[in-house]
């Protein structure tokens, strides 16, 4: 078992920078393709980006290319998603989630296997 517990959330203003942390207990995650997904109030929940277990490539949905940049720290057994620029629509709850040695479909909510309880994240106009 995987718990992963999110952080770093907050109320920030439009263009301003927040880094979330994804605390991982239980298992190491270097076995682990992790991911952030994140859902809006009243919209399906959908994919921010990932980073694969073995190489560290790094995935992002086109909405946040150039504004957040996903790291891990294995020996933290930890994620870190940093947010730039962030804009009104960035505006939802946050998930980590953890895929064992996950590789294509990166992508998809169904291919992770552990989920944090996510944090909440605003950015005001």
């Known amino acids: 078992q995987v718990q992963l517990v999110e952080s770093g959330g907050g109320l920030v203003q439009a263009g301003g920078s927040l880094r979330l942390s994804c605390a991982a207990s239980g298992r190491s995650i270097s076995n682990y393709a992790m991911g952030w997904f994140r859902q809006a109030p009243g919209k399906e929940r959908e994919f921010v980006s990932a980073?694969?277990?073995?190489?560290?490539?790094?995935y992002y949905t086109d909405s946040v290319k150039g504004r957040f940049t996903i790291s891990r720290d294995n020996a933290k057994n930890t994620v870190y998603l940093q947010m730039n620029s962030l804009k009104p629509e960035d505006t939802a709850v946050y998930y980590c989630?953890?895929?064992?040695?996950?590789?294509?479909?990166?992508?998809?909510?169904?291919?992770?296997?552990?989920w944090g309880q996510g944090t909440q994240v605003t950015v005001s106009s």
């Open positions: 989630a953890a895929d064992y040695r996950g590789g294509l479909g990166l992508g998809s909510a169904y291919e992770y296997d552990y």
């Open positions: 980073i694969s277990w073995s190489v560290g490539r790094t």
